[in-house]
């Protein structure tokens, strides 16, 4: 793997790294759909309503939980919202009711969700609050995506056959691998002064492999940063008997900081991307 020339392999770094679930989570969708859906059952009656807010008035009356609902009829995950205008300022708390009634209908009046019923824009609030909480979903992509090359080098680690919290483990901090398997890691904790946390540990009989994994499909400071950071991990890490360093990584975003990369490519024995992983790289190394 020695002889691997670097543009070559920078060439097969991806544009993304999206699996089926990054889009929408549509199991947590129906879940929190199904949370409330007695509730918004009960708004449901409020469709179509000739007398809308004498309606809404009658049902928090005798139903007030499913006040807790209104936020998310806004797209609004949150139990408190605030609003201003020329009649005032006020936070309306939905869990706990802290208004009168009277002034929750200004809230449905104002905010527009009293026409969004009477009128029939909608037809049915469960629909509607399903298609509310795809949206807000999809604003979850950042933090998925952040998981997604985690996600893909466990599949790789089970498929060669390791078996979690047995041959590897994730998210293992310096001291958590001292302590498990009674090495000195003090070269890479700059001497127990920083805490590390590696995002696989891999165990064989010979060997701990600490890994660590990112994508990057766009640029910016922090890879620069990264690369130099695990090039000199990587020489701390050639000074300890029985450790080794690995890591995975991936992204076109690595295009506009090559040059750091393959600063670190050419001192570092095992770096790889997701086509080496497809290669079968992780049979080759973790003996």
């Known amino acids: 793997m020695r002889n691997r020339d670097f543009t070559t392999w920078l060439s097969d770094f991806r544009d993304s790294i999206a699996d089926y679930k990054y889009y929408i989570d549509f199991e947590k969708v129906h879940r929190n759909v199904e949370s409330i859906k007695v509730e918004l059952n009960i708004l449901n009656s409020l469709i179509g309503s000739k007398n ?16 807790k609902c209104i936020p998310l009829l806004l797209a609004v995950r949150s139990n408190e919202i605030y609003a201003i205008d020329s009649d005032g300022e006020f936070t309306y708390k939905f869990k706990k009711p802290n208004m009168s009634a009277e002034q929750y209908k200004v809230f449905m009046r104002k905010t527009g969700l009293f026409d969004l019923m009477a009128n029939h824009i909608i037809n049915n609030i469960v629909d509607y609050v399903t298609g509310v909480e795809t949206g807000l979903d999809s604003n979850g992509r950042k933090n998925r995506g952040g998981h997604l090359m985690e996600n893909l080098i466990e599949s790789f680690i089970k498929k060669a056959g390791f078996t979690k919290d047995k041959t ?96 670190t490519f050419d001192v570092m024995e095992y770096i790889y991307n997701i086509k080496d992983l497809e290669n079968g790289i992780i049979n080759e190394v973790f003996k």
Request: charged share 25%.
């Open 52 to 67: 809308i807010e004498a309606d809404f008035e009658a049902l928090i009356e005798k139903y007030p939980e499913i006040l």
């Open 168 to 263: 590897y483990f994730k998210e293992i901090y310096i001291h958590q691998i001292t302590e498990k398997w009674n090495i000195d890691l003090s070269a890479i904790s700059n001497q127990g002064k920083m805490e590390k946390r590696f995002d696989f540990v891999i165990k064989t009989e010979n060997m701990i492999y600490g890994i660590e994994t990112n994508f990057y499909g766009s640029n910016g400071s922090k890879l620069n940063e990264t690369a130099r950071s695990y090039k000199t991990l990587a020489m701390e890490a050639d000074t300890i008997n029985g450790f080794t360093f690995v890591w995975f990584t991936d992204g076109k975003g690595w295009t506009s900081a090559r040059n750091n990369l393959e600063e």
